[in-house]
């Protein structure tokens, strides 16, 4: 069965870091684009950070220069790094990724499950 299982959530003081990984398992052949989303209760879900197949990221403004996305295509794994934490970060995150699922470049979306990140003040 092929999924995306995300990891690193939790609860931190403001200004503090976490670092939330998503790792692809099943019978895929590589990661093509990802991107890691967040959902605040009572808002919708925000695209925060993308990084294309040749590792080029981009970030929503509210967490340039704090959040880091990256990637080890040998471990089939994407990771947000989150640093200098502020509470309006506080949200469900979600890992979301175009994985490669059959040779000649067959690719689908996948949806991780989502973990629970908490700044306190």
């Known amino acids: 069965q092929v999924q995306l299982v995300e990891s690193g959530g939790g609860l931190v003081q403001a200004g503090g870091s976490l670092r939330l990984s998503c790792a692809a398992s099943?019978?895929?052949?590589?990661?093509?684009?990802a991107g890691w989303y967040r959902q605040a209760p009572g808002k919708q879900r925000e695209l925060v950070a993308h990084?294309?197949?040749?590792?080029?990221?981009n970030y929503v403004d509210s967490v340039k220069g704090r959040f880091t996305i990256s990637r080890d295509n040998a471990k089939n794994t994407v990771y947000l790094q989150m640093n200098s934490l502020k509470p309006e970060d506080t949200a469900v995150y979600y890992c979301?990724?175009?994985?490669?699922?059959?040779?000649?470049?067959?690719?689908?979306?996948?949806w991780g499950q989502g973990t629970q990140v908490t700044v306190s003040s």
């Open positions: 990084i294309s197949r040749d590792g080029i990221s």
């Open positions: 099943g019978r895929i052949f590589g990661i093509n684009a």
């Open positions: 979301n990724a175009d994985l490669q699922i059959g040779p000649l470049g067959k690719a689908d979306n996948y």
